[in-house]
């Protein structure tokens, strides 16, 4: 099993930064593909930046140059350093970790709140 954990998440002003955490634990024997996830209330789920076990990034358009995505293999914890931030940025923030087999893992999710 594998558990994700969130983090950073909280108020900011637009144009501010944030820097949230996710840290992975558990029956985990490899490197794994990773990403961040939003959802806004009302919209549907979606990818905003992926890494893969190579590092291989991958961005939503909407956040290309502004958030980057990253990972520390020995800490088992990936991050999104979120610069520039906009009002149409809030959202709820998840981890995903892509496992073997097809399977997916979910952090519960960090809520981000950008007030103009």
């Known amino acids: 099993q594998v558990q994700l954990v969130e983090s950073g998440g909280g108020l900011v002003q637009a144009g501010g930064s944030l820097r949230l955490s996710c840290a992975a634990s558990?029956?985990?024997?490899?490197?794994?593909?990773m990403g961040w996830y939003r959802q806004a209330p009302g919209k549907q789920r979606e990818s905003v930046a992926t890494?893969?076990?190579?590092?291989?990034?991958n961005y939503a358009d909407s956040v290309k140059g502004r958030f980057t995505i990253s990972r520390d293999n020995a800490k088992n914890t990936v991050y999104l350093q979120m610069n520039s931030l906009k009002s149409e940025d809030t959202a709820v923030y998840y981890c995903?970790?892509?496992?073997?087999?097809?399977?997916?893992?979910w952090g519960k999710g960090t809520l981000v709140t950008v007030s103009s």
């Open positions: 890494i893969t076990s190579d590092n291989s990034t």
């Open positions: 558990g029956n985990i024997f490899s490197i794994r593909p």
């Open positions: 995903q970790l892509r496992g073997i087999r097809g399977m997916e893992y």
